[in-house]
């Protein structure tokens, strides 16, 4: 997506950030109840309180992930739109939501938590991961490294305003500058433009950065609280010294006071041993809402430049695939009528993306963002919490741009942390867990910290599920290894070092076709990839598991259809119009807490220890978080109740039946009466409405 320029934008992008939260938590609570935390789970009574305190943190992301889908579908509906709570089943590979790394059921492992890291990498640590990593590959002198930078940066992460400085001598002389997606063919211009308006503290901050970037040789960056200066669009006038952040520098905190800076870094580039190049950029708030020059025309005024800007440009345009786009809208001010593919590469970086969408709209004086009645909103009163905050779950209210901007804020907040104090953010509790953990593992290579559950368990090959999600491609020669049936040392190491995935030493080879194709199996089953032989390369793949027990297969079943049940009440909440309070509270006091702890919560505990195929005896089904595509709001509001009734009776009848069978847990027949009062309830609610 080329900006968030409308309405209809930000709905899009709003919509995919309800599907990845939504995705997010299932991945997080299915990991969490993988591990084994129970007494009577074989397991050292050292290791005991560890895994206890792993399962809790877990959860407990989870559970703030459910708020932040709840918070996604508020700022929906205050800009007039419907909640969402689709999203596609799993897995999905890589790029299908932006850039950002697989989505797919595992256990709880080492490597799972390392991509759990990866989901909530603070932006700043994702772009200089990067920008190392291209300069390594495709880096051929500072001007190629520059442009590494610049579009990584400028693109990728759509900062506003950075300058690149060259190596002359022994001194480092400024080359360029540049703003946001923009180029311009007069850099003088360009730089009086981009710092017209900011204050002169940023300047101060960016000479400083770049002199302790090229003297230390390392990494500089200096941030700010999010929410400083960001909370309401800014204003010139605002006084310098307030508010300073404390633990920032004067210059940069005043800055931040004013609206005019967020945060501010620099990056040696290195060849050798020499400092060849610094950049330094920095992500400032707006001024006004439309400062930039129009984008599509600046672009084409860069394109009638010399051969090394219009190379330069043209790579860069190539590379994101919107060169089409930018012609068939040159005529026009630059928006289109229907939003393009979101780009981005961490969930940090695309709401902050939606942030700029909301301050760029919310300001502008010919549109009435905030549409949506303000009570339309589910906050904790509405979920029937005893407090706000309580279990870590507190949706806020959106009622105008400053509230929509601290709402996304503690999303990020709590996702990546705030600069410098990331310990109780997601990223930070994953780390701390996959520094345990690791060193749990070191000292006993042999400690399992997750019952044997199956990878991507489905029941049904919905249309929307990738049978086999792509991992990465190896161009060394490993053909005739896989072929004797041997794991080549080559291969091991790219599961490791490409798709942090570390592959058991026992591990068996399959061969499907000799010299084509071959299937790698963890001998419990657990994980099934598949290598397939293209030229010069050969490609890796996950795949799923197809339940193939019975039992695990109907239990699966009852999970989902339970699960259903409380998705179409949770979009008849968020989305309700006449319902009446007590019409609210009953929603929510069955949605929420019965139907999640005493339902979802029993069937997940049960279906991590139900037997998912006869071909392989320990492994465990584990549950499959499967969505039909007729998932819809249930528009008619009495009806709603008796289609939730039929459903809630179908699903007690089918606890009784299965209780009935010995493969059953003794927690069966308790789930039976748990669900079966439910159901009567919902008969209850219903006799009293008439559908209309």
């Avoid at 919107?322 to 229907?338: E, F, I, N, P």
């Avoid at 503690?410 to 990546?416: D, L």
């Avoid at 008619?636 to 289609?643: E, N, Q």
Wanted: proline share 6%; aromatic share 8%.
């Amino acid at each position: 997506m080329i900006g968030i320029d409308s309405r209809r934008d930000l709905i899009y992008a709003l919509s995919e950030a309800a599907a990845i939260e939504h995705a997010l938590l299932c991945q997080y609570l299915f990991a969490g109840y993988s591990i084994r935390r129970s007494p009577a789970a074989d397991v050292p009574a050292t290791r005991l309180k560890d895994l206890q305190s792993w399962a809790g943190t877990v959860l407990l992301v989870a559970r703030e992930e459910m708020e932040h889908l709840g918070t996604v579908c508020n700022l929906l509906a205050s800009i007039g739109a419907a909640p969402n709570f689709r999203r596609p089943n799993f897995p999905q590979p890589t790029r299908y939501f932006g850039e950002i790394a697989a989505f797919s059921l595992e256990r709880f492992s080492f490597d799972t938590v390392r991509r759990f890291a990866e989901f909530e990498k603070p932006e700043f640590l994702h772009l200089r991961e990067t920008i190392i990593r291209l300069i390594e590959t495709y880096g051929g002198g500072p001007r190629d490294d520059l442009d590494i930078v610049m579009e990584t940066i400028g693109v990728d992460g759509l900062w506003d305003y950075g300058e690149s400085w060259i190596l002359a001598g022994d001194e480092l002389e400024f080359a360029t500058v540049w703003t946001g997606r923009r180029v311009s063919r007069r850099v003088d211009e360009l730089k009086e433009r981009a710092l017209q308006g900011s204050p002169d503290a940023a300047r101060d901050v960016m000479a400083r950065l770049i002199q302790e970037a090229y003297a230390s040789r390392r990494w500089i960056s200096e941030a700010v609280d999010p929410q400083a200066g960001m909370d309401a669009p800014a204003e010139e006038d605002t006084p310098a010294d307030e508010p300073v952040v404390e633990g920032a520098s004067t210059a940069l905190g005043a800055a931040a006071g004013r609206g005019g800076l967020n945060a501010a870094a620099a990056v040696p580039i290195i060849i050798g041993d020499r400092v060849r190049a610094v950049v330094a950029f920095l992500y400032r708030t707006y001024h006004h809402a439309h400062e930039d020059d129009d984008y599509v025309n600046t672009v084409f005024d860069a394109l009638n430049e010399g051969p090394d800007e219009t190379n330069r440009l043209a790579r860069l345009l190539r590379r994101h695939d919107v060169v089409k786009s930018m012609v068939a809208t040159a005529s026009t001010d630059g928006r289109g009528l229907m939003p393009d593919r979101l780009d981005f590469s961490t969930i940090g970086g695309f709401y902050r993306q939606i942030r700029k969408g909301f301050l760029a709209l919310g300001t502008d004086p010919f549109l009435q963002l905030f549409i949506g009645p303000v009570d339309a909103q589910i906050t904790s009163k509405e979920i029937g919490l005893p407090f706000p905050g309580w279990h870590n779950v507190d949706p806020g209210r959106i009622s105008d741009l400053t509230s929509a901007l601290k709402a996304i804020d503690q999303i990020i907040v709590e996702g990546e942390g705030a600069p410098g104090h990331n310990a109780t953010s997601h990223y930070g509790r994953f780390l701390a867990i996959a520094d345990e953990l690791g060193s749990a593992l070191a000292d006993d290579p042999a400690f399992e910290p997750a019952a044997p559950v199956a990878s991507n368990p489905v029941v049904r090959l919905h249309s929307d599920i990738q049978p086999e999600v792509f991992l990465f491609e190896i161009t060394s020669d490993v053909s005739t290894p896989l072929d004797r049936g041997t794991l080549p040392p080559a291969l091991v190491d790219g599961f490791l070092k490409r798709a942090n995935i570390t592959l058991a030493i026992d591990a068996r080879v399959d061969v499907v076709e000799k010299g084509i194709a071959w299937r790698i199996t963890d001998p419990r089953g657990r994980q099934v990839f598949s290598c397939r032989r293209a030229p010069k390369r050969v490609d890796v793949y996950q795949t799923i598991t197809r339940l193939e027990s019975e039992f695990a297969v109907d239990l699966a079943d009852l999970f989902n259809a339970a699960y259903e049940v409380m998705l179409l009440m949770l979009i008849r909440l968020y989305a309700h119009t006449d319902e009446s309070a007590d019409d609210l509270k009953m929603l929510a006091g069955i949605a929420f807490l019965p139907l999640m702890t005493q339902v979802l919560r029993p069937l997940t505990e049960m279906l991590m220890e139900a037997p998912a195929t006869p071909r392989y005896p320990a492994l465990r089904a584990g549950p499959t978080f499967e969505i039909y595509h007729d998932l819809r709001m249930l528009p008619h509001r009495d009806g709603a109740w008796f289609i939730f009734h039929e459903r809630m009776q179908d699903i007690a009848d089918e606890c009784g039946r299965l209780a009935g069978l010995p493969e059953a847990s003794p927690r069966m027949p308790l789930l039976h009466r748990n669900v079966a009062r439910l159901a009567d309830r919902l008969g209850e609610i219903a006799a009293a409405k008439r559908p209309s």
